[in-house]
């Protein structure tokens, strides 16, 4: 899907005067639930630092983080937990309006266009997209390969997560995973961006690079996805 943007579309940091903030009034501008600007959370606590995503700790996950072979560029970050995978990745987006409107209806629109079916519901972060996409398997045999898209619009930033395996259609097995979406923390910097434009992630304990923008940066492709089971029904 090609998305085009005008360099009037990077948007420049913006020049603000910050007040002191007292614990009290700090504590209460945090939400209860995220997931969190980086900001205004503070603290990074027990979560991973993976640059652009603070991921919070728990048992029993498997971390992997996915990297594009031609350009050694981290683009995502995938959670493992029993038979379910989350994808999470974090982009740039304008001061005064969000992604996840616009880019629901893309990706429904693309989904259908390959023979998919594609519900639009309200779910545990907002509006949500059950996806079930036929695939062919490797014994030959016709599958469904069933997705679920979550999106969050935060200020000048947009989450995206993909659950796939048992996540995708079983709410008990998305439950832990949910629980990762709603405790990570986004890191947007301060850097003139285009909207769409992917924040840069970094390997656990290595030095975030400084992300450039424009031609060198890779644009949201909402349909992209992490490892994924396929469930046949």
Known sequence: MALFRRKSDIEEPETTTHSPVSPDEHEAQVPERGPYDADILGERGN?????????????????????????????????KHNDSILQLQAFAAPKRSGLWDEIRSEI??????????????????????????????????????????????GPRWFLRGVFSGRAAFDPAAAAPLEDIFAHTAVVRGQEPRAPRDLLELT???????????GQGQPALNPLRRGPEITEVR
């Open 108 to 153: 429904g629109a693309s989904i259908t266009q390959q023979g998919g079916t594609v519900d639009d519901v309200p779910g545990t972060f907002g509006r949500e997209l059950l996806v079930k996409l036929p695939v062919k398997l490797k014994d030959g045999q016709q599958g469904i390969q069933p997705a679920r898209f979550v999106g969050f619009d």
């Open 203 to 213: 390997l656990p304990g290595r030095p975030t690079a400084r992300a450039t923008t």
């Open 47 to 79: 979560r991973l630092d993976l640059g652009a995503l603070w991921l919070p700790g728990r048992e029993g996950l498997e971390v992997r983080m996915e990297v594009d072979k031609k350009t050694q560029r981290v683009t995502g970050v995938a959670i």
